[in-house]
């Protein structure tokens, strides 16, 4: 199957631990969780990263399962909150559709729910609402190898060690809306004086993580200077 595919054969050599794993998972959902879960190794850890020619062979191979396996891709038709979604907004339905079982699905769904709080121009029913919810915490559950690999992150590690209740906050939100109300709220309790406050390696950590999770998900960027509000 894959064996004689130049991509595959360029990732074996170099690594053929990941090789045996990507011919195992090869026509099933779980392959694309797993190369997602290659390259988000490669960002977070990037001593541990890829050579260019293996990183670009993982991105075309990735393409190439897409293109032959299209079947794993329609398995939201049988899943009842997936058509309530798409009843209600076909469009939104197919969208959903090519997002799942990728690490943009997550970031397309806050999209929605985002324009459903500011009273979009249809806006959405309870039950919309509700399903999308839903989803999501299907799609995490369901592939868990897109989550962030924060373990590797140094600023994650200067505040997990420091604070580990708040380290288990900061993987719970990373990627949601949720992000970004947490961090503020952090620093807001920390200058009010509910908080004794952090320590200052701790604090620059909060503020780089948050500029990395900005870049990481524009469409979730937050409106508050955090750095300003940690100076104030």
């Known amino acids: 199957m894959l064996e004689n595919n130049p991509l595959f054969i360029v990732i074996n050599d170099a690594f053929p631990q990941i090789g045996a794993k990507l011919e195992s998972l090869w ?27 293996v990183h670009n062979a993982l991105l075309v191979l990735n393409e190439q399962h897409e293109k032959e396996n299209p079947q794993i891709y329609s398995k939201l038709d049988d899943n009842p909150d997936f058509n309530v979604i798409k009843d209600l907004f076909p469009q939104f339905g197919v969208n959903l559709k090519r997002h799942w079982g990728k690490k943009t699905f997550l970031i397309y769904v ?25 989803l999501s915490e299907q799609h995490r559950k369901a592939h868990p190898m897109l989550l962030p690999l924060l373990d590797y992150n140094a600023d994650f590690k200067v505040i997990d060690q420091a604070f580990p209740r708040i380290g288990g906050n900061i993987k719970l939100y990373w990627g949601q809306g949720q992000f970004a109300p947490y961090m503020n709220e952090l620093l807001r309790s920390t200058r009010g004086g509910r908080r004794r406050g952090f320590p200052s390696d701790v604090l620059t950590a909060l503020g780089n993580l948050f500029d990395q999770h900005n870049k990481a998900y524009p469409p979730l960027l937050a409106n508050a200077d955090v750095w300003g509000m940690a100076k104030d």
């Open 110 to 134: 806050e999209e929605l729910m985002r324009d459903a709080r500011a009273g979009g121009p249809k806006g959405f029913p309870d039950e919309a609402v509700s399903a999308l919810v839903s």
């Open 27 to 53: 026509g099933s959902a779980e392959f694309v969780s797993y190369m997602e879960f290659c390259r988000n190794f490669a960002r977070y850890a990037p001593e541990k990263g890829f050579p260019a020619a």
